[in-house]
């Protein structure tokens, strides 16, 4: 237990992490330092000033790290969320996402079978995430929290794997 999370908090920082492309998601999205600055962080504190302020400004990051433009994200998301994805300039719809976000993980595996990355948000710590795990043939990048799993989906990538704190 306390050597899972030690190795979650090495994956988190970027310590192991030996693809280039993970490694791009996890510098800039997932634990970017106090360098980054984003623009969208000042109306993401307006528009939610203590709820869900920490996932909005991961998702943020996220979609300007994968250059989403068009996210897909449910109308019940929070306030904070909905704000961020704004923020990123992104536009959010209903059809054909280059990011897609989802708070259930049974959900997720028919959107990863079409190639769409999905973040998958749970407010649930005991949420079963393996369920939204893709199968053997599946080629790209997973990285699972405690209550996250970014499951991004790529071709020209071997199947990798992460556990993380985020």
């Known amino acids: 237990m306390i ?3 030690y190795i979650r908090w090495r994956h988190s920082r970027g310590f192991g992490v030996h693809s280039p492309f993970a490694y791009h998601i996890v510098t800039s999205a997932i ?9 969208g962080y000042e109306a993401i504190e307006q528009s939610d000033p203590k709820n869900s302020r920490r996932d909005a400004r991961f998702l943020l990051r ?12 449910p109308a019940t998301a ?8 704004r923020a990123s300039g992104a536009e959010i ?13 049974d959900k997720a595996p028919a959107l990863i079978d079409k ?5 998958i948000m749970s407010a649930s710590r005991k949420c079963d995430m393996e369920t939204a795990l893709p199968g053997n043939p599946f080629r790209g ?26």
């Open 3 to 5: 050597f899972d999370a």
């Open 31 to 39: 634990s970017p330092g106090r360098q980054y600055g984003y623009y």
């Open 62 to 73: 996220l979609i300007v790290a994968l250059d989403a433009k068009r996210v897909l994200i």
């Open 78 to 85: 929070d306030k904070a969320l909905l704000t961020a994805v």
């Open 93 to 105: 719809v209903s059809d054909s996402p280059d990011l897609a976000v989802v708070f259930s993980p």
């Open 115 to 119: 190639g769409i990355p999905v973040l």
């Open 141 to 166: 990048l997973i990285l699972l929290g405690l209550r996250k799993a970014l499951i991004i989906p790529r071709e020209d990538m071997a199947r990798t794997f992460y556990t993380m704190s985020f």
